[in-house]
């Protein structure tokens, strides 16, 4: 299995940007593709992004779109989320996952192809 652990979140107002770090170790081989998910008390899940391995492929959720983004380092080992003009609305805890499934173009993965999650990092926007 793959061991993640989120970071880099916190207090932001709205407008503002904030960018979140997810570190692996372990089987980071066994993956195939690499996602961020969020979720606030009382809603579901809700997928904000992903990345296959090349990183040729990095599917956005609808919400987030043109605001937040998708990089890793050159060692991957590490996947960040650039968060750019933040609103309320993206308050919740983000979580970072991988899968051994392959991301598709046009076919995003849901949460439950995803194998590993890490413990989440809160982000809370103010208004």
């Known amino acids: 299995q793959v061991q993640l652990v989120e970071s880099g979140g916190g207090l932001v107002q709205a407008g503002g940007s904030l960018r979140l770090s997810c570190t692996s170790s372990?089987?980071?081989?066994?993956?195939?593709?690499l996602g961020w998910f969020r979720q606030s008390p009382g809603k579901e899940r809700e997928f904000v992004a992903a990345?296959?391995?090349?990183?040729?492929?990095?599917p956005y959720g609808e919400s987030v779109q043109g605001r937040f983004k998708i990089s890793r380092n050159s060692a991957k080992d590490t996947v960040y989320l650039q968060m750019n003009d933040l609103k309320p609305e993206d308050t919740a805890l983000y979580y970072c996952?991988?899968?051994?499934?392959?991301?598709?173009?046009?076919?995003?993965?849901?949460?439950?192809?995803?194998?590993?999650w890490g413990q989440g990092t809160q982000v809370t926007v103010s208004s």
């Open positions: 996952a991988t899968s051994t499934l392959f991301v598709r173009r046009g076919q995003p993965l849901g949460a439950g192809d995803y194998d590993s």
């Open positions: 990345m296959n391995w090349r990183g040729d492929i990095r």
């Open positions: 372990g089987h980071t081989l066994d993956f195939n593709t």
